[in-house]
C-alpha cells in the first residue's frame, strides 16, 4: 500500500506539469491587467509546448528504444529528453513568454533553461541528479519571489510546496531513483537560477 501511494506522489508531481504550474499561479496572482484572450493564448500555447509535446516526443523515444519509462531512470535516457527540453523552453522565451511581454514568466522560463542545461551537463557526466526536486525548487523559489514582487502572503502554499518537496523526496527514496546527494543536487540547480534571476525583475 504504501509502496503505491509513493510511487502515485513521484507521477503526480512529475517534472513535466511544473513549469503549468508556475504560469498558472502567476496568472492567478499578478497584479497586472493581462486581457483575458491573450492569459488563454499563453496557457494553451504553453500547456502543448511543455506538457503534450513531451508526452509525444517521449513516446517517440520509446518507440525507438531511445527510453524505457517517464522517469528516465537512467542516465543515458536523460540526454536525448534534456537537450530536447532545452530546445522547447528556448522556443518559449523566444517565442511565447518574450522579455517585452510578461518579464517575470521570461526569467521563470530562463531559470528553468539554465537548470536544465545544468541537469544536461551532469547527465553527460554520469551524474543523475533529481529533476523531480529540480522541479519543485525552482517553482517553489519562483512562488516565494512573486509573494514578495505583488506584496501577498502566500505561507500557506509555500508550506505545502515544502510538505509535497518532502513527500516526494521520500518517494525517490524509496523507489530507489535517487540518493540523497542526486536529490539534494536536484534541489539545488532548481533553486539557486530562480534566485539569481529574482535580481533583474523583483
Same mark, same amino acid.
Given at each position: 500500500?504504501?509502496?503505491?501511494?509513493?510511487?502515485?506522489?513521484?507521477?503526480?508531481?512529475?517534472?513535466?506539469?511544473?513549469?503549468?504550474?508556475?504560469?498558472?499561479? !502567476?496568472?492567478?496572482? #499578478?497584479?497586472?491587467?493581462?486581457?483575458?484572450?491573450?492569459?488563454?493564448?499563453?496557457?494553451?500555447?504553453?500547456?502543448?509546448?511543455? @506538457?503534450?509535446?513531451?508526452?509525444?516526443? $517521449?513516446?517517440?523515444?520509446?518507440?525507438?528504444?531511445?527510453?524505457?519509462?517517464? !522517469?528516465?531512470?537512467?542516465?543515458?535516457?536523460?540526454?536525448?529528453?534534456?537537450?530536447?527540453?532545452? @530546445?522547447?523552453?528556448?522556443?518559449?522565451?523566444?517565442?511565447?513568454?518574450?522579455?517585452?511581454?510578461?518579464?517575470?514568466?521570461? $526569467?521563470?522560463?530562463?531559470?528553468?533553461?539554465?537548470? #536544465?542545461? #545544468?541537469?544536461?551537463?551532469?547527465? @553527460?557526466?554520469?551524474?543523475?541528479?533529481?529533476?523531480?526536486?529540480?522541479?519543485? %525548487?525552482?517553482?517553489?523559489?519562483?512562488?516565494? %519571489?512573486?509573494?514578495? $514582487?505583488?506584496?501577498?502572503?502566500?505561507?500557506?502554499?509555500?508550506?505545502?510546496? %515544502?510538505?509535497? #518537496?518532502? %513527500?516526494?523526496?521520500?518517494?525517490?527514496?524509496?523507489?530507489?531513483?535517487?540518493?540523497?546527494?542526486?536529490?539534494?543536487?536536484?534541489?539545488?540547480?532548481?533553486?539557486?537560477?530562480?534566485?539569481?534571476?529574482?535580481?533583474?525583475?523583483?
Amino acid at each position: 500500500m504504501t509502496h503505491h501511494i509513493l510511487k502515485s506522489i513521484s507521477f503526480i508531481f512529475h517534472p513535466i506539469i511544473m513549469p503549468m504550474i508556475g504560469v498558472l499561479f !502567476y496568472f492567478s496572482k #499578478t497584479r497586472r491587467f493581462i486581457p483575458d484572450e491573450i492569459i488563454y493564448a499563453k496557457l494553451v500555447s504553453i500547456s502543448i509546448l511543455t @506538457i503534450l509535446l513531451p508526452i509525444l516526443l $517521449y513516446f517517440l523515444l520509446k518507440t525507438l528504444n531511445k527510453a524505457e519509462s517517464i !522517469y528516465l531512470k537512467n542516465v543515458k535516457e536523460r540526454i536525448i529528453p534534456l537537450c530536447l527540453n532545452c @530546445i522547447i523552453v528556448l522556443l518559449i522565451i523566444n517565442r511565447v513568454l518574450p522579455i517585452s511581454e510578461i518579464i517575470e514568466l521570461y $526569467y521563470f522560463f530562463l531559470g528553468i533553461l539554465i537548470s #536544465t542545461i #545544468t541537469c544536461l551537463v551532469l547527465a @553527460i557526466f554520469q551524474f543523475k541528479a533529481s529533476i523531480h526536486m529540480m522541479g519543485l %525548487a525552482g517553482v517553489t523559489m519562483f512562488f516565494f %519571489a512573486l509573494s514578495l $514582487y505583488f506584496s501577498i502572503n502566500i505561507n500557506g502554499t509555500l508550506a505545502l510546496l %515544502a510538505v509535497i #518537496t518532502g %513527500a516526494v523526496a521520500t518517494s525517490r527514496l524509496h523507489l530507489k531513483a535517487h540518493t540523497y546527494p542526486e536529490l539534494l543536487v536536484g534541489l539545488f540547480i532548481g533553486f539557486m537560477p530562480q534566485l539569481l534571476l529574482i535580481n533583474y525583475w523583483l
